[in-house]
């Protein structure tokens, strides 16, 4: 059974910097694209980046401040986030991609529990 979490959310002051993981179990995901999404309190989950075999793709929100990597050997997915601001603060998910765009929620299949990242100012 395919299973992700993610791990490293916390708080942080505006500036700071933290790292998110994902880890995965269940199967290999060496050839598999994987992503990060967002939910802040009162709105709709959001796009926030995912790494494919070859590429990267980010938010505009978050492009210059975030890094995704992969580690094959762990197969485990990061998200470096650098120089947090308030309105980093959400719920933070990992997924798998299955197909179409890699912005939109409805191309991935497993879903984290996510991991919560506050951000105070």
């Known amino acids: 059974q395919v299973q992700l979490v993610e791990s490293g959310g916390g708080l942080v002051q505006a500036g700071g910097s933290l790292r998110l993981s994902c880890a995965a179990s269940?199967?290999?995901?060496?050839?598999?694209?994987m992503g990060w999404f967002r939910r802040a309190p009162g709105k709709a989950r959001e796009f926030v980046a995912s790494?494919?075999?070859?590429?990267?793709y980010y938010a505009d929100s978050v492009k210059g401040r975030f890094t995704i990597s992969k580690d094959i050997a762990k197969n485990t997915v990061y998200l470096q986030m650098s120089s947090l601001k308030p309105e980093d603060t959400a719920l933070y998910y990992c997924?798998?991609?299955?197909?179409?765009?890699?912005?939109?929620?409805?191309?991935?299949?497993?879903w984290g529990q996510g991991t919560q990242v506050t951000v105070s100012s």
């Open positions: 997924a798998i991609h299955y197909s179409g765009s890699y912005y939109l929620s409805n191309s991935y299949g497993y």
């Open positions: 269940g199967r290999t995901f060496s050839s598999t694209a």
């Open positions: 790494i494919s075999a070859g590429s990267t």
